[in-house]
């Protein structure tokens, strides 16, 4: 008991003190001091945020204490003393003024700093999706960022590290981006006259069929849209024709676009598309009708065509041989590195020699050319490695070698004109009419032994002319059996292309008394030289006094001749998602790919307004 009452008595002596010291000690926020104006005219300080602030250094002082400003001002601006009346308040003025304007820039430099950093990963995701790299390359690109901004503005680095590049961020941009660029093309749709679609299907690495579906529209005002509409993966369906009818029809019901003024559709020739009973352009011309879409219009692409023609040139006994000769020096990797050693030594023009793809169209005609410009060279390295070849010594077949070299040449050159985007189908179609009649001539001239086009072949000394304009002959006469689906609406070509040159009596007869007209209009016929076609159509030509006239121009302005930007799209889809990326998502392929190919512009500054800044995780 004892010990318990001393206890008790311990403790209250001790709550007794701590009161006591409690109640002695004193605080500043207990005072209540307040900030008085007149501090403002004797010492030049003002209230911010609670504490007093110096207009001459921006220095804070957190005691309202008239001692401490007066210390403060006595020893850092004692000038200002013989400041007196007018001048003084004067002086109070203006720095309230600049003290107003700083905070203000704080605050918009504080606002805009964030704003900044979000249009950086946005810049930076869109260069990564342009590039088809992959989204974890935007940490390499921070690190790379980081590491220079280091070297050439070390007082930026913070704001470097700031931006957010994590693949979960550049992901999230990238989706962004090409939301913004499909509700674009979703807006222009709407203003479209008129509009065409190519279509073609690949398969990716994944073994997954993925429908390419691209279109080209024009408004009232020739400018012309040519963009990637869907890329639709067919995992869980067949790639029959009625499977492709159903990915069209919803790509074009997302889009809110009618077969009404649908001017035509091109494809290649697979059965699906292309069949007389129910492929895919049967199907769409059948809708097409029901509507009374009587201009509607169905190509094989020209291209595919051309191809198909240059096929029949097979030469075999000059191919065989050839490929034979490549394969064993590109197959065998010692035979390939003393190969290429032995040109490396003699200097040649050509580094190496080139394997033919039959699906790299271009690629037979430069093995060939690289082949017989190195015949020398590789006659003389198939001796030394005891493979001969023969032909070498055979003039009959070096000619053939020779011509085939030449006639490729020709061809590839075809090919190369109808590539390239926003290409007019009557240019496309010109361009293979010029070329039959290029062929024509070759077969005139080669039987009269004049080689004159063909320098390969005129460099060899016996040239059997009779088989040579045979061959030509045997592939003009391919030419003029293909590319029928365009032969039939030639009249439509010239009527677009050559309206001041066109017969009268075989228009249509909505045309003819506009195009007499337009005719007899000498000013017009004078532009119509000066300008290029679409300049001429857009700048020139009335559509309120040659209304017919300007509707035919719109749909011919809309058609796609060729599946080509269907062919350079999948060459970027399969550099995309490759062996060593196959796990990307089907849609962020396509986000990828339609920022890849797309010729719209993306305004940042409209989606980082829809997007906080965040910092870099």
């Not at 999706?129 to 935007?138: C, L, M, V, W």
Request: a neutral charge; one cysteine or more.
């Amino acid at each position: 008991m004892a010990y318990q009452t001393v206890w008790q008595e311990y403790n209250m002596a001790s709550a007794s003190c701590q009161n006591k010291s409690g109640a002695m000690k004193r605080k500043i926020a207990d005072e209540r001091r307040a900030f008085q104006e007149k501090w403002t005219d004797d010492y030049f300080f003002v209230e911010s945020n609670n504490k007093a602030l110096c207009l001459l250094c921006r220095e804070v002082v957190s005691v309202f204490k008239d001692y401490n400003l007066k210390r403060h001002y006595i020893q850092m601006h004692p000038h200002l003393s013989e400041l007196q009346g007018e001048c003084r308040r004067q002086k109070i003025l203006d720095l309230k003024k600049e003290n107003l304007t700083f905070q203000q820039q704080l605050f918009r430099k504080s606002a805009t700093q964030p704003d900044s950093l979000v249009k950086a990963s946005y810049v930076v995701s869109n260069l990564i999706a342009k590039k088809s790299k992959p989204f974890a390359d935007g940490e390499f690109i921070k690190e790379c960022l980081e590491s220079v901004a280091d070297v050439i503005c070390p007082e930026k680095q913070s704001d470097f590290s700031k931006i957010s590049l994590s693949h979960q961020t550049v992901a999230r941009c990238v989706e962004d981006i090409a939301k913004y660029i499909e509700n674009t093309l979703e807006s222009r749709c709407t203003t479209f006259k008129f509009y065409s679609i190519a279509l073609d299907d690949c398969t990716d690495v994944t073994d997954t069929t993925q429908l390419a579906i691209f279109i080209r529209g024009v408004d009232i005002n020739f400018n012309i849209t040519e963009e990637l509409a869907s890329l639709i993966p067919l995992k869980d369906s067949t790639t029959k024709s009625v499977d492709l009818y159903n990915a069209l029809k919803a790509t074009l019901t997302k889009f809110s676009l009618t077969i009404k003024n649908m001017s035509g559709i091109v494809t290649d020739s697979a059965p699906a598309m292309v069949g007389k009973k129910e492929g895919l352009t049967t199907l769409m011309e059948e809708d097409a009708k029901q509507i009374s879409n009587v201009c509607f219009m169905k190509y094989h692409c020209i291209i595919h065509q051309e191809n198909m023609c240059a096929q029949i040139l097979k030469m075999e006994n000059v191919m065989n041989v050839v490929i034979k000769t490549i394969n064993f020096i590109r197959s065998r990797g010692l035979n390939h590195r003393q190969f290429q050693e032995f040109l490396n030594t003699l200097e040649t023009s050509y580094g190496d020699i080139v394997y033919f793809t039959a699906v790299r169209w271009l690629s037979r005609c430069k093995m060939l050319k690289h082949f017989y410009d190195l015949r020398n060279e590789i006659k003389c390295f198939m001796e030394s490695k005891g493979k001969p070849v023969p032909e070498f010594e055979n003039a009959s077949w070096m000619a053939d070698l020779a011509f085939l070299v030449d006639i490729t040449a020709h061809l590839n050159d075809l090919n190369l004109r109808l590539q390239g985007e926003n290409l007019l189908i009557n240019d496309m179609f010109q361009t293979v009419t010029a070329f039959e009649v290029k062929l024509k001539l070759w077969h005139r001239q080669i039987k009269n032994n004049n080689l004159i086009h063909f320098e390969t072949l005129s460099e060899q000394n016996h040239v059997n002319t009779e088989k040579y304009a045979a061959l030509i002959n045997s592939l003009s006469q391919d030419f003029e059996s293909r590319f029928q689906d365009f032969r039939k609406h030639q009249q439509h070509f010239s009527i677009f292309a050559t309206p001041f040159s066109v017969d009268i009596n075989m228009l249509p007869a909505n045309l003819q008394l506009e195009c007499i007209e337009l005719q007899s209009d000498i000013q017009l016929k004078e532009k119509f030289l000066q300008e290029s076609l679409l300049d001429f159509y857009k700048l020139y030509l009335s559509k309120e006094k040659y209304p017919s006239l300007h509707e035919h121009a719109l749909f011919m302005t809309s058609l796609l001749g060729s599946t080509y930007i269907c062919e350079q799209f999948f060459s970027r889809m399969k550099y995309t998602k490759s062996k060593i990326r196959t796990k990307i998502s089907d849609e962020h392929l396509e986000n990828t790919l339609r920022i890849a190919t797309v010729s719209i512009k993306t305004d940042v500054d409209a989606l980082i307004s829809k997007r906080q800044a965040q910092c870099s995780h």
